[in-house]
């Protein structure tokens, strides 16, 4: 971190701050004793600096340089300190920043509602409304189902990822540490999503029945029908980057729109164009009733959007959020969609997905350890296992393999599930930044078995 920076921190009251103290080990040290949680390991993780880096190319406080394949947990659409971005920043620096986008009109928040109904699936009448997170994203959805259908019970799948408050953790399953002795907010009946490589219902593909639709429908039947919507992740992500078949998808929604109620599509990881759809659903060829937005879409703020049919909720004041789409998040997310639209970055991205992917499966010909290699676009990654044969989950081997690529090939990478390594990679990532990645990667690997 240069000068001016600590002078920063400095002028800020914190006068004990000096460069000799910018190591790991003091400001993990201190993040430890102030913060409450961080979700990540850290001794994996080393404390990042926030005044350096350049597209995928991110520094931890000791100056050592790492090779992003994060996005920022698919935050980072263009990565770090894009200049197009920068500049158009720059340019609206003297918008308005404080106006609550919920409880008052202006002109931003409404642009990107009409923006956000044109880009996703379907032609019908669609209504928006703004929040602050992913998880409550994923709630704006929940709230309006009941509302409009009259019905509290969701349908959810084991594993799901929607968050970890309220209403969006009781439809997560994904860490047993997330849920224990907390209350189960909402009743959901819960199914095993479609997990091919590890079929719940011991079948192959070939001789694949849908079971688990078939699960579903006569969980509906037995537990009864009186159901919201179904929440799904088009692809499962923080369960372990799971890519369920198509007829699947299309099987639950079916089994959903039998019985008359919603379907609803998280998209807070993979939509926002990261699979080379604006939605990741479309990939399945599925319209859904509701999506949930959120990470990409806020160009590096806190922006989700929870997207529903007219009229979304009975009555105004139904619900809202004090922070939300302020003018220049809202710019700025209109500025993000332009980008991707006018860069061609839906195409990109499916390109360079089909790349890496290509790139992860010679990693799965190669490596015993390398059970399988999936994805859509640039959500991919690899599930760890024993070895081939017995497919046995190898969580310790997946841990070895990401401290290994972090702390000495300096790649960025992040877990997934109990054994999977996730690629959620900014969109401006290369093919040759692609090509190291997955070879640092293949040498963490071999050093780690
Ligand atoms: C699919 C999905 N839904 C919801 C969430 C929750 O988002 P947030 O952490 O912003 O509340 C996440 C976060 O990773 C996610 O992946």
């Given at each position: 971190m240069n000068e001016k920076h600590i002078r920063i921190l400095r002028d800020l009251g914190f006068n004990d701050i000096t460069s000799e103290k910018m190591t790991n080990d003091y400001w993990k040290a201190r993040a430890a004793d102030a913060l409450a949680i961080t979700t990540q390991d850290r001794d994996v993780y080393g404390c990042f600096d926030?005044?350096?880096?350049?597209?995928?190319?991110?520094?931890?406080?000791?100056?050592?340089?790492?090779?992003?394949?994060?996005?920022?947990?698919?935050?980072?659409?263009?990565?770090?300190r894009y200049k197009p971005l920068l500049e158009f920043e720059s340019e609206i620096h003297d918008v308005i920043k404080e106006l609550p986008g919920m409880d008052f009109d202006a002109i931003p928040q409404t642009?990107?509602?009409?923006?956000?109904?044109?880009?996703?699936?379907?032609?019908?009448?669609?209504?928006v409304v703004f929040t602050t997170s992913g998880g409550r994203a994923v709630e704006g959805c929940m709230k309006s189902a009941m509302d409009l259908s009259g019905n509290r019970r969701f349908v959810a799948f084991r594993p799901a990822f929607h968050g970890r408050t309220g209403y969006a953790l009781s439809l997560t399953s994904t860490n047993s540490k997330h849920k224990n002795k907390?209350?189960?907010?909402?009743?959901?009946?819960?199914?095993?999503?479609?997990?091919?490589?590890?079929?719940?219902?011991?079948q192959n593909e070939e001789d694949c029945n849908l079971e688990c639709v078939e699960a579903l429908r006569y969980a509906l039947q037995v537990e009864g029908n009186d159901i919201a919507a179904t929440v799904m992740e088009p692809i499962c992500g923080e369960g372990g980057l799971i890519v369920p078949p198509s007829k699947a998808v299309k099987g639950m929604y079916e089994a959903t729109k039998e019985i008359g109620a919603y379907f609803m599509s998280d998209e807070v990881q993979a939509g926002m164009g990261r699979t080379g759809k604006w939605c990741a659903i479309e990939n399945h060829g599925v319209i859904p009733d509701y999506i949930s937005m959120a990470k990409a879409l806020g160009g590096g703020y806190p922006l989700g959007a929870s997207i529903g049919p007219v009229p979304m909720y009975t009555e105004g004041s139904r619900h809202s959020e004090t922070f939300s789409a302020e003018p220049k998040m809202s710019l700025l997310s209109l500025w993000i969609i332009r980008q991707i639209e006018t860069g061609g970055y839906l195409k990109k991205n499916a390109e360079n997905g089909a790349y890496l992917l290509k790139r992860l499966n010679e990693l799965k010909e190669k490596h015993e350890v390398v059970g399988d290699a999936r994805g859509i676009g640039l959500m991919c990654g690899v599930e760890i296992v024993k070895d081939k044969r017995s497919k046995e989950r190898a969580p310790k081997i997946r841990d070895r393999i990401v401290k290994t690529a972090v702390n000495?090939?300096?790649?960025?990478?992040?877990?997934?599930?109990p054994n999977s390594i996730r690629f959620t990679p900014s969109y401006i990532i290369t093919q040759e930044q692609i090509d190291e990645a997955v070879s640092r990667l293949d040498r963490a690997i071999s050093d780690s078995t």
């Open positions: 926030h005044t350096r880096g350049e597209g995928v190319i991110i520094y931890d406080i000791e100056g050592k340089e790492f090779l992003d394949v994060t996005g920022g947990v698919a935050v980072r659409a263009f990565g770090l642009l990107l509602a009409e923006k956000l109904a044109s880009i996703t699936p379907g032609t019908h009448k669609k209504r907390f209350p189960q907010g909402v009743d959901v009946v819960r199914v095993f999503y479609p997990y091919c490589y590890r079929c719940p219902y011991g000495k090939y300096n790649l960025l990478v992040l877990g997934a599930g």
